[in-house]
């Protein structure tokens, strides 16, 4: 059994909500109806929440980032997170989920129930700068071990060191192959669209989500210049209409790495023809697409596309 520590000696620090949603001066006080009753409460990112640098447990889900637990419910917690899986590390050892990170850090766990537990990453990238918030959801069990990302969110500040998706993604990876995750699930498109998750490794999860990022594809083929469509067909030999076709027309999901790879160069050869406006044609044939999506940790193949990806980043320098 994995041994958890219940202490932290930390001294705590401030991170505004407003980097989980929406801009600060956007959120206002909603009617919302609870047990027959109308109750005022403030939307998720008003106010500021008091969290201890590093590692914390929290008392409620629902008030994961503000809950402090007393000595009894953190006790329970520590035993549901024993109970969960002989492979869990220690509580503390979630805050290899922020290496890279700026100074200012932390991570609070709330075990719901045995095998079932959500964690929350925060991250100032200087004191009153908030940077980066993660929402994850794990449920393990017999037949599934599974992780949920349920929102990331990275805010660039000017003229501040922070950290980039590559970063969590390579911590993630990390921290779950230890723990023994099967998947990473997400959706696809709630902030810079599909065009994104495809280059870690991410798939539709199903034939239909596969479906549905056709249909974005073949709209956003209509808006490619003719310039480059030339550019395709002189490089390639072939025309790019056929080309997006064969690879939808597969009945396999993973065939939406083909396509984020369209204008992947040959060796040797520039690849100036087949870029579109700062970004490459297949993540432009994927943007506003919007699909459910899994990362197999399983699946060899999948990840040594992600471990390539995440080499080639680390070699610029951009992962540690």
């Given at each position: 059994?994995?041994?958890?520590?219940t202490?932290?000696?930390?001294?705590?620090?401030?991170?505004?909500r407003?980097h989980?949603?929406?801009?600060?001066?956007?959120?206002?006080f909603?009617?919302?109806?609870?047990?027959?009753?109308?109750?005022r409460?403030?939307?998720?990112?008003?106010?500021?929440?008091?969290?201890?640098?590093g590692?914390s447990?929290?008392?409620?889900?629902?008030?994961?980032?503000?809950?402090?637990?007393?000595?009894?419910?953190?006790e329970a917690?520590?035993r549901?997170?024993?109970?969960?899986s002989?492979?869990?590390?220690?509580?503390?050892?979630?805050?290899?989920?922020?290496?890279?990170?700026?100074?200012?850090?932390?991570?609070?766990l709330?075990?719901?129930?045995a095998?079932?537990?959500?964690?929350?990453?925060?991250?100032?990238?200087?004191?009153?700068?908030p940077?980066?918030?993660?929402?994850?959801?794990?449920?393990?069990?017999?037949?599934r071990?599974v992780?949920?990302?349920?929102?990331?969110?990275?805010v660039?500040v000017?003229g501040?060191p922070?950290?980039?998706?590559?970063?969590?993604?390579?911590?993630?990876?990390?921290?779950?192959?230890?723990?023994?995750?099967?998947?990473i699930?997400?959706?696809?498109?709630?902030?810079?669209g599909?065009?994104?998750?495809?280059?870690f490794?991410f798939?539709p999860?199903?034939?239909?989500?596969?479906?549905?990022?056709?249909?974005?594809?073949?709209?956003?083929?209509?808006?490619?210049?003719?310039?480059?469509?030339?550019?395709f067909?002189?490089r390639?030999?072939?025309m790019?209409?056929?080309?997006?076709?064969k690879?939808?027309n597969?009945?396999?999901?993973v065939?939406?790495?083909l396509?984020?790879?369209?204008?992947?160069?040959?060796?040797?050869?520039?690849?100036?023809?087949?870029v579109?406006q700062n970004g490459?044609?297949g993540?432009?044939?994927?943007?506003?697409?919007?699909?459910k999506?899994?990362?197999?940790l399983?699946n060899?193949?999948?990840m040594?596309?992600?471990?390539?990806?995440?080499?080639?980043?680390?070699q610029?320098?951009?992962v540690?």
């Amino acid at each position: 059994m994995p041994v958890v520590s219940t202490n932290s000696t930390q001294s705590p620090f401030k991170t505004p909500r407003s980097h989980a949603t929406l801009p600060w001066e956007k959120h206002r006080f909603r009617i919302v109806k609870w047990a027959g009753r109308k109750i005022r409460v403030s939307k998720f990112g008003e106010r500021l929440v008091s969290l201890q640098r590093g590692f914390s447990w929290a008392k409620w889900w629902c008030t994961a980032l503000s809950s402090v637990p007393n000595a009894r419910s953190q006790e329970a917690q520590v035993r549901l997170w024993c109970e969960s899986s002989t492979r869990l590390p220690r509580g503390e050892d979630l805050l290899d989920l922020t290496n890279g990170f700026p100074a200012d850090t932390a991570v609070r766990l709330y075990v719901s129930r045995a095998g079932c537990f959500r964690f929350y990453i925060l991250s100032d990238a200087a004191p009153g700068l908030p940077h980066l918030f993660a929402k994850r959801k794990v449920h393990l069990s017999a037949r599934r071990r599974v992780v949920t990302h349920d929102l990331v969110r990275i805010v660039k500040v000017s003229g501040v060191p922070g950290t980039n998706g590559a970063q969590v993604m390579a911590n993630a990876v990390k921290v779950y192959r230890t723990m023994g995750i099967q998947s990473i699930h997400l959706q696809a498109g709630l902030s810079a669209g599909g065009a994104v998750w495809p280059k870690f490794g991410f798939v539709p999860i199903s034939l239909r989500e596969w479906r549905k990022v056709g249909e974005t594809v073949r709209a956003n083929l209509k808006n490619v210049p003719e310039p480059y469509k030339a550019g395709f067909s002189a490089r390639t030999g072939g025309m790019l209409s056929v080309a997006v076709e064969k690879i939808l027309n597969t009945r396999d999901p993973v065939n939406i790495l083909l396509l984020h790879s369209l204008d992947s160069s040959p060796a040797g050869q520039s690849a100036q023809a087949l870029v579109f406006q700062n970004g490459r044609l297949g993540g432009f044939l994927l943007q506003k697409s919007r699909w459910k999506g899994v990362l197999d940790l399983t699946n060899p193949e999948i990840m040594s596309y992600f471990d390539d990806y995440i080499g080639r980043k680390r070699q610029a320098g951009q992962v540690i």
